[in-house]
């Protein structure tokens, strides 16, 4: 099992910047992909950013985000992050981590139980 813990989420003005945080710890050596995926009131989870090291690191942003956030990982904490900035009121969200041994648009094995982030107009 992999356990996920996300911090960082709050209220920030529109235009501002967050940075959440992902540790992992268990079974990590079972993870190569890790991912932020977002729910707002009444829509469908989204995608938001994920990172993946087989090999070699890449990184993949859902449309909305492109451009204004950014996804790293620090290998030594288990920790992957997700900088935030120019945000928007529409980026208002529970803000979820996911990890697994492969990526998926849709979601990997392991979630973390979620992080608020307000964006106010």
């Known amino acids: 099992q992999v356990q996920l813990v996300e911090s960082g989420g709050g209220v920030v003005q529109a235009g501002g910047s967050l940075r959440l945080s992902c540790a992992a710890s268990?079974?990590?050596?079972?993870?190569?992909?890790m991912g932020w995926f977002r729910q707002a009131p009444g829509k469908e989870r989204e995608f938001v950013a994920a990172?993946?090291?087989?090999?070699?690191?890449?990184?993949n942003y859902g449309d909305s985000v492109k451009g204004r956030f950014t996804i790293f990982r620090d290998n030594a904490k288990n920790t992957v992050y997700l900088q935030m900035n120019s945000l928007k009121p529409e980026d208002t969200a529970v803000y979820y981590c996911?990890?697994?041994?492969?990526?998926?648009?849709?979601?990997?094995?392991?979630w973390g139980k979620g992080t608020l982030v307000t964006v106010s107009s």
């Open positions: 996911s990890a697994g041994p492969r990526f998926s648009y849709y979601g990997m094995d392991y």
């Open positions: 268990g079974r990590t050596l079972s993870v190569y992909a």
């Open positions: 990172i993946v090291w087989t090999g070699i690191t890449t990184t």
